[in-house]
T-cell receptor, first 115, second 109 residues
Framework: SAVISQKPSRDICQRGTSLTIQCQVDSQVTMMFWYRQQPGQSLTLIATANQGSEATYESGFVIDKFPISRPNLTFSTLTVSNMSPEDSSIYLC????????????FGPGTRLLVL | GENVEQHPSTLSVQEGDSAVIKCTYS??????FPWYKQELGKRPQLIID?????GEKKDQRIAVTLNKTAKHFSLHITETQPEDSAVYFCAARDDKIIFGKGTRLHILP
């Protein structure tokens, strides 16, 4: 499986600021996804990061709040904009193949605390 | 869209006994069903998966069954050990993976 890294691993931020999270993969992957995991909860898909085009957002998530970039097949960023304490979560990058029966693997996550 | 229900939310079993976690899904187009294990402070790790053309798959102490007609699938862990204590997530995928709410498994000494 691909080796996935995320930066930063954790951060403490003030409300109203923005944080950009980076996801780097050691090999080219077709699909990259961003998930949020609130404390003690399951994983919720934020969006699919599409290479060379706008990300596809899930219901309840909007581009103005969570802009995503994917400049190539090994890298993506997620920005959490105008943060509030409700944005305190773990944000995870995930990668997988394009075929619907291919496995997805997860990065180590970015633990965000908003004060 | 897809909706995945998972039960129970918490499960305690005696070490050496078996544990069973059950999930149902709503979208008949889903054709891939992975199971992830997440230990405290760590990322979800894939432990086993099953594809829609298979009814059962086994890997050592872990097995998964799939009933496409009824839209449900289950995880079975036999001879449980302390290191099996974790949160387990089932998931279903058509074009993207949607997760169940998780089962916190406690292995009692």
């Amino acid at each position: 499986s691909a080796v996935i890294s995320q930066k930063p691993s954790r951060d403490i931020c003030q409300r109203g600021t923005s944080l950009t999270i980076q996801c780097q993969v050691d090999s080219q992957v077709t699909m990259m996804f961003w998930y949020r995991q609130q404390p003690g909860q399951s994983l919720t898909l934020i969006a699919t990061a599409n290479q060379g085009s706008e990300a596809t957002y899930e219901s309840g998530f909007v581009i103005d709040k969570f802009p995503i970039s994917r400049p190539n097949l090994t890298f993506s960023t997620l920005t959490v904009s105008n943060m509030s304490p409700e944005d305190s979560s773990i944000y995870l990058c995930s990668v997988g193949g394009q075929a619907s029966q291919e496995t997805q693997y997860f990065g180590p996550g970015t633990r965000l605390l908003v004060l | 869209g897809e909706n995945v229900e998972q039960h129970p939310s918490t499960l305690s079993v005696q070490e050496g006994d078996s544990a069973v976690i059950k999930c149902t899904y709503s979208d008949s187009a889903s054709n891939y069903f992975p199971w992830y294990k997440q230990e405290l402070g760590k990322r979800p790790q894939l432990i086993i998966d099953i594809r829609s053309n298979v009814g059962e798959k086994k890997d050592q102490r872990i097995a998964v069954t799939l009933n496409k007609t009824a839209k449900h699938f289950s995880l079975h862990i036999t001879e449980t050990q302390p290191e099996d204590s974790a949160v387990y997530f089932c998931a279903a995928r058509d074009d993207k993976i949607i997760f169940g709410k998780g089962t916190r498994l406690h292995i009692l000494p």
